[in-house]
């Protein structure tokens, strides 16, 4: 009886509604594949799939017996009568399944006997109709290797579904949850009228908004508050064209002669309202260079220069613009991004850490905690460091990126402590991803971490002006979100590319592991100082170790030098590459890694490549 009420309160508690849409297509490689999220294994609901009677699946009982589904139910859902009777090509059925929590994603799964040697996107793509992603197939039927399903096997197919738990709308609570996938011509104006709901229930269970577009090949989610029913002819909507061929209608005389004249009234009213923001623009400038004038005779140029830091510690303070281009786009005008940061207490600080706690202490500085329901880092600094670090954030928006949320200034204490406060990424560091031995990263999560530092790094050394050296980048530093994509952290001790030691930044930064020679040898600062970095992380996500001193990597790498036969080189390959993935990798694609991380850790700067060359090598990967 317990375990019962068990079940029916994770039911109706546990599963949270709302699901991201993804716009990857049917037979994208992206992962983890179109597939919604769930908490806890007893996750269970009802849910429905749009499914369009084809050639192969031209009945009700050739579609059911193809989703597991019964029979009864489907001709009373979609009110027909025979099971055998073929239906119109295109014909939309919905199929109720029960929907369930498989690992961390909820889905239906089905089985389908391959009858012959068939592509796995044929078989998602066509078969199923985009239901479920190639790469999601090819993911749980773990051994199968290559495009081709082998004749005569049998495939767990794990279809798309989401249980809508708690999710509730303007006009009542949602009940059930439908898969739709999207097909060439619809919109969500179209699929909110087939279902007869607001296109705004949509959004709202997609988190998406009217600006957002939505693709063929991929699928969303439908929230239904009743009983599902399908409209299938629409209210104003044009008869289908024939074929394929576009079609453009044909306008009366007295329909183009209006669009003509509201063209015309439209191009004056837009050319006036560009000429009055020119004006404006102009004045403004002129308001802002007399103001500038009358400021600087008050500040010398280094406290211009900073002058904003003041701003975020007493917000009675005033600041200075640090820019003279005379441009409408000068970043004198976006200088408000720089106070766009939370300001917390440091009472605050304390609560959300029991007092800073171990049992809240994830590094030497560094703690977890929640604030306002949300999981954030906080990291212990001094005044300094933490407005270096605010100038930098200030400057970065990426997605590689780890967000700067807040700062705290402990005014209690005597040494001038300061706190920065970053979101939280429930996989912790690179580190500890490839440490958990229970869990292992799978392989092409590990291209794809690679390829997402890399973007990181190539943003902050082309991407921004002034460019900047991350001079710390190490798996340690490296943080993974829930769906498995890197972030850049500890971005704050950068230093602008061309110093060095000699010049006023501080460049004493802890460094972990193997580090490029002409920094440690000269403190010469450039991009390939994280180039060098680069090929270390990379190293470390091929073989999963970490190498403190660099003598082990530098070893074991060597017959990527050439001088052995090719047999020779992949069992050494496969020698130095992580236990734990056992086959689960490409053995081509992890040569190509080897190759790209002894490149990126040659002894000469000039020898290795640029993070543009490197994104070039990971993006066939991903």
């Not at 309202?273 to 308001?287: E, M, N, Q, R, S």
Request: a neutral charge; proline letters at 5%; glycine letters at 6%.
């Amino acid at each position: 009886m317990i375990r019962l009420l068990f079940l029916i309160w994770v039911f109706f508690v546990s599963s949270q509604g709302q699901q991201y849409y993804d716009s990857s297509t049917c037979s994208s490689a992206t992962h983890p594949g179109s597939r919604y999220s769930c908490d806890y294994p007893q996750e269970y609901c009802w849910a429905f799939l749009l499914y369009r009677a084809n050639r192969d699946y031209p009945t009700i009982s050739n579609i059911t017996k193809l989703f597991g589904a019964d029979l009864y139910a489907v001709l009373t859902l979609n009110k027909i009568v025979s099971p055998t009777e073929n239906l119109q090509p295109g014909r939309e059925i919905l199929v109720q399944i029960q929907c369930s929590c498989a690992g961390q994603f909820l889905q239906k799964n089905v089985t389908y006997p391959v009858s012959g040697s068939t592509e796995f996107s044929e078989i998602a793509c066509g078969v199923f109709e985009g239901l479920v992603k190639s790469v999601t197939l090819v993911d749980d039927n773990y051994p199968f290797h290559g495009k081709f399903a082998k004749a005569g096997s049998e495939l767990v197919v794990p279809l798309t579904c989401a249980c809508p738990g708690n999710f509730s709308l303007s006009n009542g609570k949602v009940l059930s949850l439908v898969t739709y996938p999207i097909m060439e011509g619809d919109s969500m104006n179209k699929v909110a009228q087939k279902f007869g709901i607001p296109v705004s229930d949509i959004w709202a269970a997609n988190h998406l908004d009217y600006r957002s577009t939505v693709y063929t090949n991929s699928t969303i989610l439908v929230p239904l508050t009743k009983e599902p029913s399908l409209t299938f002819t629409l209210p104003n909507s044009p008869p289908p064209s024939p074929g394929f061929l576009p079609t453009v209608p044909v306008e009366t005389a007295t329909d183009s002669e209006k669009l003509k004249n509201l063209y015309i009234a439209g191009s004056v009213v837009g050319l006036s309202l560009v000429l009055v923001a020119l004006i404006a623009c102009g004045l403004y400038l002129k308001a802002l260079k007399r103001w500038k004038g009358r400021k600087l005779q008050s500040f010398n140029t280094r406290s211009s220069r900073f002058s904003y830091l003041s701003t975020l510690s007493s917000p009675r303070s005033g600041h200075t613009g640090r820019s003279s281009r005379t441009s409408c786009l000068s970043p004198d005008l976006l200088v408000g991004i720089k106070y766009s940061l939370n300001q917390y207490g440091i009472e605050e600080l304390r609560k959300a850490t029991k007092n800073f706690s171990e049992d809240t202490r994830i590094d030497r500085s560094v703690y977890k905690a929640l604030i306002n329901t949300v999981e954030v880092m906080i990291k212990g600094s001094n005044v300094k460091e933490t407005h270096r670090v605010i100038d930098v954030h200030s400057k970065i928006n990426h997605i590689n990126v780890l967000t700067l949320l807040g700062v705290c200034y402990d005014e209690t204490s005597d040494d001038s402590r300061s706190y920065l406060i970053f979101e939280y990424l429930s996989n912790g560091s690179l580190r500890d991803c490839l440490s958990r031995l229970g869990n292992p990263l799978h392989w092409h999560r590990r291209t794809q971490i690679a390829f997402d530092v890399a973007t990181g790094l190539h943003y902050l050394h082309h991407c921004i002006f002034p460019s900047y050296v991350h001079m710390n980048v190490n798996s340690r530093s490296i943080f993974i979100t829930s769906n498995w994509r890197a972030k850049l952290g500890n971005i704050g001790p950068t230093t602008a590319i061309g110093s060095s030691k000699g010049n006023d930044h501080d460049t004493s930064i802890s460094f972990n592991g193997w580090i490029a020679p002409e920094h440690m040898l000269n403190g010469l600062v450039s991009e390939k100082v994280d180039v060098f970095a680069f090929g270390v992380v990379l190293l470390e996500l091929i073989s999963g170790r970490e190498d403190i001193d660099g003598k082990q990597f530098k070893d074991s790498i060597q017959f990527l030098a050439g001088g052995g036969n090719e047999g020779g080189c992949f069992e050494q390959l496969r020698g130095f590459m992580d236990p734990c993935l056992k086959e689960d990798y490409s053995l081509a694609e992890a040569l190509c890694l080897a190759v790209l991380a002894k490149a990126c850790v040659e002894d000469d700067p000039l020898h290795r490549p640029s993070m543009d060359d490197v994104m070039k090598v990971l993006a066939r990967m991903v």
